[in-house]
C-alpha cells in the first residue's frame, strides 16, 4: 500500500506540473457534521483567537508521525483518515467547531487561524493550533503529542491557537 502510494505521487510530479497541491475541498463532505450530530465526533472548541478574521481550517489525521499533516491528496488515495472543516471565523468568543470521524480511535487534529483566508500558513501572521495543545518550538509537533482519542459519541476538545511572539517565540496569546 505504501509503495502504491509513493508510485502515485511519483506519476502525479511526472506528469503533472510539479508537486501535488492541496485540493481545498479534499475532506469536507465527510466532515460535515449533521443536525443533532451524535458521533462519532470531535466537538473543537478553539480558544486564544487573536481576532476574528479571515477562516479557520480544522483538519484531522491519523495519530503518527508519518501521516500527520501530511498532503491530503496522498492520505485520501491511500484510503486514510482525512477530514476538513473550513469556515469563516464566528463571532462567537470561543468558536465551536463540528467534525465528524469514520469510527471510535486516537485522531491527531490542527486548527490553522488564517487571517488573511488566501489558504496558506504565514507563520508570521497566522496562528496554529494542536489536540493535546503541544509546546510548539520551529517545528511540526509529534503526533504522539497532538493526539487524542474519540469515542462513539461526540468527544469534546480544547484547542489553543499559538501564534508569533517577537522574533523568537511561537505560543498563545497571554491570558488565554
Not at 502525479?12 to 450530530?37: H, I, M, W, Y
Not at 463571532?91 to 470521524?101: E, G, I, N
Not at 480511535?105 to 489536540?131: C, E, M, P, Q
Not at 522574533?167 to 488565554?176: D, R, Y
Request: proline fraction near 9%.
Amino acid at each position: 500500500m505504501k509503495r502504491t502510494v509513493l508510485l502515485l505521487a511519483a506519476a502525479a510530479l511526472v506528469l503533472g506540473n510539479g508537486p501535488l497541491r492541496s485540493t481545498p475541498d479534499l475532506g469536507k463532505a465527510e466532515a460535515q457534521c449533521r443536525p443533532n450530530e451524535s458521533g462519532p465526533a470531535f466537538m473543537v472548541d478553539i480558544a486564544g483567537l487573536k481576532d476574528h478574521t479571515g477562516k479557520l481550517k480544522l483538519e484531522v489525521y491519523p495519530a503518527n508521525d508519518e501521516d500527520f499533516l501530511a498532503d491530503d491528496n496522498l492520505l485520501i488515495m491511500a484510503g486514510k483518515t482525512f477530514r476538513r472543516v473550513e469556515v469563516p471565523v464566528p463571532a462567537a468568543p470561543v468558536p465551536r467547531l463540528c467534525v465528524r470521524l469514520p469510527g471510535p480511535g486516537l485522531y491527531a487534529v490542527s486548527v490553522l487561524h488564517d487571517r488573511d483566508g488566501n489558504r496558506k500558513f504565514n507563520w508570521t501572521r497566522d496562528g496554529i493550533g494542536f489536540s493535546g495543545n503541544p509546546r510548539l518550538g520551529w517545528s511540526k509537533p509529534k503526533a504522539r503529542s497532538a493526539a487524542t482519542q474519540a469515542g462513539s459519541g461526540l468527544t469534546p476538545l480544547r484547542i489553543v491557537m499559538n501564534y508569533r511572539n517577537g522574533l523568537a517565540s511561537v505560543g498563545p496569546i497571554k491570558g488565554s
